[in-house]
């Protein structure tokens, strides 16, 4: 049975992983903390991370992809979207009137991830300006500290998955400003899962480049060896590679598959220009439904 880290019981991750195995059985190893569920893997104590590397809203996580370039040298294996849904969470009857109504002007603090927070103010204006709002690790220790705090007006942002696993109740549904937000999820891991491969999925690959230093039009070059060939990039990023000030590597996702014949070929045209190229993996990007929305696939950004 593979073993897999992630982010606390109860989390979008957790839901999201759940929504990717189905009934396959595996081993889950929560953790608090990101850097952890990184560490789980390179420690060997896990054989795959699930990790949350861009959002709909909030775009790139940039600590998760820092850790992914910087931290460790882990293949990704597969990547997915999954609906980034989130709820208003808390004890009914604390926010109840005498008529069976909730009235959410009781609430004195919403607590969740900043992330899950961030995706939800145009909520929290308009049904509780006067919360105060309080950030945790994730969504599932903000519904934990609620649970532990009762009788003092406290709430939560989470999951579904979250109130039903520290038994609270679900104050209202759907609380996120937008319904077309999803989070991109990769698993990485040393080996590969042929068990996941279907014909019907895109293959993609993820790699860095690195520019040569005072070469005027380079990243024109490498834009032109992938257009040529009529390799379809999904995303291009640029991030600091933390070496000096205004050096900058590109993050290219390109839909193809490492063991095609046009993809090696453009990265050898590449490094020709002088160009450091790392391919962090090769990877089925799955399609799915969301069961109350129409059909998504994985290149909603």
């Not at 390179?42 to 795959?48: C, E």
């Not at 926010?95 to 909730?102: D, I, K, R, V």
């Amino acid at each position: 049975m593979k073993r897999i880290a992630l982010l606390p019981e109860g989390s979008v991750s957790h839901e999201a992983l759940l929504y990717l195995f189905g009934d396959e059985p595996v081993e889950l190893l929560y953790y608090k903390l990101i850097s952890d569920v990184f560490l789980s893997t390179v420690q060997g104590k896990s054989d795959y991370s699930v990790i949350p590397i861009e959002n709909t809203i909030e775009g790139s996580v940039s600590l998760h992809m820092d850790w992914l370039v910087n931290e460790v040298d882990i293949p990704m294996q597969v990547e997915w979207v999954y609906p980034s849904i989130q709820n208003l969470i808390g004890d009914r009857a604390e926010f109840q009137t005498e008529t069976g109504e909730l009235d959410f002007s009781l609430i004195r603090k919403i607590i969740s991830h900043p992330v899950a927070s961030a995706q939800c103010q145009q909520f929290i204006r308009e049904h509780a300006p006067q919360a105060e709002m309080e950030n945790a690790g994730s969504t599932t220790e903000a519904v934990s500290i609620v649970k532990s705090n009762p009788g003092k007006g406290w709430a939560a942002i989470g999951t579904l998955l979250g109130a039903a696993t520290h038994q609270l109740d679900v104050l209202a549904k759907r609380v996120t400003d937008h319904n077309n937000n999803f989070t991109r999820f990769v698993l990485i891991g040393k080996d590969s899962m042929p068990q996941l491969l279907e014909k019907d999925n895109v293959m993609k690959t993820s790699i860095l480049v690195t520019l040569p230093e005072d070469f005027a039009g380079a990243l024109h070059q490498v834009l032109a060896a992938f257009a040529w060939r009529r390799l379809n990039l999904s995303r291009i990023e640029s991030r600091p590679t933390k070496k000096k000030l205004g050096s900058y590597y590109f993050y290219v996702d390109v839909q193809e598959s490492v063991d095609s014949v046009l993809l090696p070929a453009a990265i050898a045209e590449i490094e020709a220009l002088g160009c450091q190229v790392r391919i962090l993996g090769s990877y089925p990007s799955f399609t799915y439904k969301d069961p109350e929305q129409n059909e998504i696939n994985s290149e909603v950004q």
